[in-house]
């Protein structure tokens, strides 16, 4: 058979696929092709999508001034593959495929020759975007009266429409009715549904799968026919020694069965061997107590039933009061596992903080302890800050004389804080002459008293704070 083609001897198109598949998100092209006489030539390209009848503009094409404009939605997504007119392709590139963009389009191509009126030519495509459906599900039916087992599988919101097969045992089954439901989304969704006569001891395995393009391997679910065993109880929030369950919390109780059985089972409940607490609410095989309170405490049985049998299952649940205590115009509630954490918690605390201020009083003391051994120009031995007067040189005239401030200290008040500064007084200074080749410092002691002082000397000479006697004091 022939590809989709139109013609009207001067102008042929055609399509290389009537049908165009492709996943949500890819890049899609679909295929248009022309060819003309030597005396016709082309003149525009048009592309559309068709509803009812109805066409919507997605993108055209002038070759006469080389422009083309997308329409809508189509602005950012759709372009001509090539616009070359020598290669005389007219198909359309969509990027970045959504659902939306499933339907028929339309490629139409306009030429024209000398002294004629323009002609054109047209052929139509599906664009199939590819859904994958979700995972197939099964529910069943079974009538105890008659033994027959009714199994409905469905693969939902998916396109095209997913493919469903039936196995009992292994062994393909073909006695399924198909159906295609469209949702209200514009997805479809499949169901099938097989019958069955099922012996008493038997327990035969049904498994569904299903297919579709946009898989990358099939999908499968399976039930087996059979009595239900309740394997455990879960408690949510699941209770530990520090955090246990307190009054006031949801508490949700799962009642857990082997997976796929059918039919499926029922679930009933019971507390103490009695009623389950006003405040519980049964949803399919779980018991929510919202708002427990210590009464609710107890032993909870789960009874799972189907035709096939029973079994039960047990859980004790300790529901734990709470001490209240006042913070400012509140209230706040803490269990007694909770004041053990707190306790726990503020012991670290109080062993971090003494490791803290032990390392910082040892890192003072050994820095005092340094400087107490090493005496410092200008350094008072009762405070770890050192002091040093300098007495500038006012020039080199001699005989004159040079004014000085003496230097402010910080007096120690409380750890690692300071009081403003005061005045401070030197109670000797003696100079010492740069030309001496004696070790030490030479001079007569030049008393200074008072927030300034006056030093005469000659200009030659430098002032400076002996070593071994000078220290400080606090000023008047």
């Known amino acids: 058979s022939s590809w989709p083609q139109t013609t009207t001897g001067q102008l042929t198109v055609s399509t290389g696929s009537a049908v165009v598949e492709g996943s949500i998100g890819q890049t899609v092209t679909l295929d248009c092709s022309y060819t003309l006489t030597s005396t016709y030539t082309v003149r525009a390209i048009k592309w559309y999508r068709v509803e009812d009848a109805i066409r919507d503009p997605v993108l055209i094409y002038d070759h006469t001034d080389g422009t083309a404009y997308a329409y809508g939605l189509y602005r950012n997504k759709a372009s001509l593959v090539n616009m070359n007119a020598a290669d005389q392709n007219a198909s359309l590139r969509l990027t970045n495929l959504h659902f939306s963009d499933n339907g028929t389009y339309e490629c139409v191509v ?9 002609q054109e030519e047209a052929v139509t495509m599906e664009l199939v975007a590819w859904v994958a459906p979700n995972d197939p599900i099964i529910t069943d039916d079974y009538n105890p009266n008659t033994n027959n087992l009714t199994l409905t599988c469905t693969a939902y919101s998916g396109n095209p429409a997913a493919t469903l097969t039936w196995y009992r045992d292994g062994s393909r089954m073909y006695n399924d009715r198909a159906l295609v439901f469209t949702s209200w989304r514009g997805y479809l969704d499949t169901q099938s549904t097989i019958s069955v006569i099922v012996s008493p001891g038997q327990s035969p395995t049904f498994q569904c799968v299903a297919n579709h393009p946009a898989f990358t391997s099939p999908k499968g679910v399976s039930v087996t026919l059979g009595a239900p065993s309740v394997s455990a109880i879960n408690i949510s929030p699941t209770p530990t020694e520090y955090n246990p369950l307190l009054e006031r919390d949801d508490v949700i109780l799962t009642c857990m069965t082997q997976e796929g059985i059918v039919p ?46 029973t079994d039960t299952g047990e859980v004790v649940i300790v529901v734990e009061g709470v001490s209240t205590f006042t913070m400012g115009p509140g209230t706040s509630t803490m269990s007694p596992g909770a004041w053990v954490g707190v306790a726990l918690a503020a012991a670290v605390v109080i062993f971090v903080l003494g490791l ?75 100079y010492h002459n740069e030309d001496t080749t004696d070790e030490g410092y030479e001079g007569t002691a030049v008393p200074v008293v008072g927030r300034n002082a006056e030093l005469t000397g000659n200009g030659s000479e430098d002032y400076e704070i002996p070593e071994d006697n000078a220290y400080l004091e606090l000023g008047p």
Request: charged share 15%.
């Open 356 to 430: 803290l201020v032990g390392w910082l009083l040892k890192s003072r003391g050994t820095e005092a302890t340094g400087k107490a051994n090493q005496p410092r120009k200008g350094h008072h031995p009762d405070t770890t800050r050192q002091v040093e007067a300098v007495l500038p040189r006012a020039g080199t005239d001699q005989g004159t004389t040079r004014t000085t401030s003496v230097p402010m200290r910080a007096l120690p008040a409380l750890p690692h804080e300071y009081q403003d500064l005061q005045a401070a007084q030197y109670h000797g200074l003696v």
């Open 110 to 118: 306009v030429a024209r020759g000398s002294g004629v009126a323009p």
């Open 264 to 309: 499926e089972p029922t679930y009933t409940w019971q507390h103490d061997g009695g009623p389950v607490p006003a405040s519980a609410q049964r949803y399919g095989n779980q018991l929510k107590i919202f708002s427990a309170q210590v009464e609710d405490s107890g032993t909870y049985t789960c009874t799972a039933t189907n035709a096939m049998g």
